[in-house]
C-alpha cells in the first residue's frame, strides 16, 4: 500500500504536467482565437481521431508495420556490427570513423536513393527505419563489449576461454544495458525513418495520411496522425523500458543495495 | 606441520596434470613446475622502449607458495602475466610445467584485487564461471550444475566463510566478501597454479588479515602452487613460503629467500621479533632499490 502510494506521488507530476500541457493548449487557441487550419484544439484533434479512425486505423497499421520490421533489421544488423566493432582493438580504431561518417548523413536524405532502387512503397519505409536505427545500437553494444574490465579478460584469458567463452558469458550480458538504452533511442528513430519515407514516398502509412490531409487542409486529422505516432512512439518506448528492467535490473540496483 | 615451504613439495594437486610428460624439449636437469630461462620483457620501441623486466631467470617449485615484492613499476605484474600467458616475452623462454607457454595443459586461477565479479550472476554462478569454461568440466557443466559442482561451490564457499552468501548478489556484499567470493572463483577448478595480484589490496587492515588466515589454510589444504604480488611486506611474510624482492626500471629480482616460519601461521606471530626482522630487512631492500634513504619528506605536496 505504501508501495502503491510512492507510486502514484511520483506519477501524479508528470501526468499533471500533461493534462497541464493539454489544457494551456486548449485555453491559448479558444482565448487567442486560433483558428484550426493554424492550430487545432487537442478536443477538436480527439474529434478528428474519432470520427476518421476507420481511415486512420490501416494507416497507422501500416507505419507500425514498417516501423517494427525496419527496427528489427537495425536491432540484429546493429548487434552484429556492433559485436565485430566491439570484440577486437582494431576493428573498433578502423570501422569507427566510417560509422561516424555514415551516421552523420542525415536518414532522410537517402530515401529517394531508396526510391530509386526499390520503388515507392513499404520498402523504402523499411529501409529507412532500419539505418536510421542501426547506428546507436551499433555504438551502444560495441562500447559496452569494448569496456569490459581488462582484469576480467585476463581473468578469462587464463581460463583459456575461447573469444566465443568471453563473448557470451561476460562482453554479451555486459553490453546488455547499454543495448537496451539504444533500444529506446532506436525505436523512436525508427518511426522517424519510417513516416518520413512514408511522407515521401508511399501512398500508404500515417506519414502518407498526414501528407493528404494537409493537402486537403484538414488540420485536426493531420495533428490526429501526431497523436498516434506519438501513442505508438510511447508505447513502444515503455514495452521497452519493461523490456530493460527485466533483464538488466542488476545494472539500475540501486533500491536493492544491502550497504 | 607444513615443511619448510621452500622446499620442493611433490605431492601434486589431486586431479593435476603429471609432470614432465610433455613431448616439447627436455633439458638435461628436469624443469622446475614454473621456469624463467633468462626472460626479459621490453615495452614500446625506438627511444621510447622502456625495459619492464631485466634478463630474469627463476625456478618455482610445484606447491610453492611465492611472493613478489618490490617497488611500483618493478615487473611484479609483468612476472605474473608471462606466467599465466597473458604476455609474451621480448627474450628467453618461460616454461610452465615442463613445457613451453602456450603448448601448457595446467590450470591457472587468477585473482585481482578488482574482483571484477559479474554483477548479473549470483555469487554461486559466479564462483561457477570457470567450471563452465575450463576442461574437463566444461564438458559436464550442463549436466552436473545443479548437482556436483553445485555441491563443489557450496563447500568451498563454506570454507571461505560465505555459506548462505550462493543465492546473493555481488553488490550485496561487503568488499572483503567480494573478495573471498574472487579467491572462491580462482580455486573452483582445482588449477595447479593460481596468481594473486595484489588481491587484499583494497581492504581494511582486519578483513585483510582474516583473509590471509584464509587463503593460509585454501593453501594448505589445496597445495596448489601460488604466485602473488603485494606490496604488503607483513603479507608476503605471513603467506609466502619464498619471497623474491624485486627492483625496479630495469625489474630485476634482488633477493630470494625462504620464510623460515612454521605453519599454521597467527596474526601474533607477525609481531614477534624475527617476522618483524625479516620485515625489516624486506623494507631495507625496497627502500634501497628505489633509490631513496627510506625517510619520508613532509614537504606538503
Known amino acids: 500500500m505504501e508501495r502503491f502510494r510512492e507510486l502514484v506521488r511520483e506519477r501524479a507530476a508528470s501526468i499533471g504536467l500533461i493534462v497541464g500541457v493539454f489544457v494551456f493548449w486548449e485555453a491559448a487557441c479558444l482565448i487567442g482565437g486560433v483558428s484550426d487550419i493554424v492550430l487545432p484544439r487537442p478536443t477538436q484533434i480527439i474529434a478528428a481521431l474519432v470520427e476518421y479512425w476507420p481511415a486512420i486505423r490501416p494507416h497507422a497499421a501500416q507505419t507500425l508495420y514498417t516501423t517494427l520490421v525496419g527496427f528489427a533489421i537495425g536491432v540484429a544488423v546493429g548487434i552484429l556490427f556492433g559485436v565485430a566493432i566491439g570484440s577486437s582493438k582494431l576493428a573498433y580504431d578502423t570501422a569507427y570513423p566510417l560509422l561516424v561518417g555514415f551516421s552523420s548523413i542525415p536518414k532522410v536524405a537517402v530515401v529517394p536513393i531508396f526510391v530509386l532502387w526499390f520503388g515507392a512503397g513499404t520498402a523504402p519505409a523499411i529501409l529507412t527505419a532500419a539505418i536510421i536505427s542501426i547506428f546507436p545500437i551499433t555504438v551502444n553494444v560495441a562500447t559496452g563489449i569494448a569496456t569490459v574490465e581488462p582484469e576480467l579478460e585476463d581473468v578469462m584469458k587464463t581460463l583459456k576461454a575461447s573469444r566465443w567463452d568471453i563473448l557470451w558469458n561476460v562482453s554479451l550480458p555486459r553490453s546488455m544495458p547499454y543495448f537496451f538504452a539504444s533500444l529506446k533511442v532506436a525505436v523512436t528513430l525508427a518511426f522517424v525513418g519510417s513516416v518520413v519515407a512514408e511522407t515521401v514516398a508511399s501512398n500508404f502509412g500515417i506519414g502518407n495520411m498526414m501528407m493528404v490531409a494537409s493537402s486537403t487542409f484538414n488540420v485536426p486529422l493531420v495533428f490526429a496522425g501526431l497523436f498516434i505516432l506519438a501513442g505508438l512512439g510511447v508505447g513502444l518506448y515503455a514495452i521497452f523500458s519493461v523490456f530493460e528492467q527485466r533483464v538488466t535490473g542488476w545494472a539500475h540496483r540501486k533500491d536493492l543495495a544491502v550497504t | ?301
Not at chain 2, 616439447?24 to 628436469?30: E, I, K, L, W
Request: hydrophobic content about 40%; glycine content about 8%.
Open chain 2, 1 to 301: 606441520m607444513p615443511a619448510a615451504p621452500a622446499a620442493v613439495s611433490d605431492t601434486p594437486p589431486p586431479g593435476a596434470p603429471a609432470q614432465e610428460t610433455g613431448t616439447s624439449r627436455q633439458v638435461s636437469n628436469a624443469r622446475a613446475f614454473i621456469e624463467f630461462e633468462k626472460v626479459s620483457v621490453r615495452f614500446g620501441r625506438g627511444d621510447k622502449q622502456v625495459q619492464a623486466l631485466a634478463e630474469t631467470s627463476l625456478r618455482i617449485e610445484k606447491g610453492d607458495f611465492v611472493a613478489l615484492v618490490g617497488p611500483s613499476g618493478c615487473g611484479k605484474s609483468t612476472l605474473l602475466k608471462l606466467v599465466g600467458d597473458l604476455m609474451k616475452p621480448s627474450t628467453g623462454h618461460v616454461y610452465v610445467g615442463g613445457r613451453e607457454l602456450g603448448a601448457t595443459p595446467i590450470r591457472i586461477g587468477m585473482a585481482y584485487q578488482n574482483p571484477t565479479l559479474l554483477p548479473w550472476l549470483t555469487i554461486r554462478d559466479n564462483v561457477m564461471l570457470p567450471l563452465k569454461i575450463v576442461p574437463p568440466f566444461r564438458a559436464e557443466f550442463l549436466a552436473k550444475r545443479r548437482t556436483e559442482f553445485r555441491d563443489k561451490v557450496e563447500a568451498l564457499l563454506d570454507q571461505v566463510g560465505l555459506s548462505g552468501f550462493g543465492d546473493k548478489f555481488p553488490w550485496q556484499l561487503s568488499g572483503g566478501m567480494m573478495q573471498r567470493a574472487n579467491l572462491c572463483r580462482a580455486l573452483i577448478h582445482e588449477p595447479d597454479l593460481l596468481l594473486l595480484d595484489e588481491p587484499f589490496g583494497a581492504l581494511d587492515q582486519f578483513t585483510r588479515e582474516e583473509l590471509w588466515q584464509i587463503m593460509q589454510e585454501l593453501w594448505t589444504t589445496k597445495k596448489t602452487t601460488v604466485l602473488l604480488v603485494t606490496h604488503d611486506l607483513r603479507e608476503a611474510a605471513f603467506l609466502a613460503g619464498r619471497i623474491c624482492v624485486m627492483s625496479a626500471r630495469p625489474g630485476r629480482i634482488l633477493d630470494d629467500s625462504a620464510v623460515p616460519f612454521a605453519r599454521p601461521r597467527t596474526i601474533d606471530m607477525t609481531y614477534e621479533p624475527d617476522f618483524v626482522a625479516l620485515n625489516q630487512k624486506l623494507r631495507g631492500l625496497i627502500v634501497a632499490a628505489r633509490g631513496g634513504t627510506g625517510i619520508v619528506r613532509t614537504k606538503g605536496h
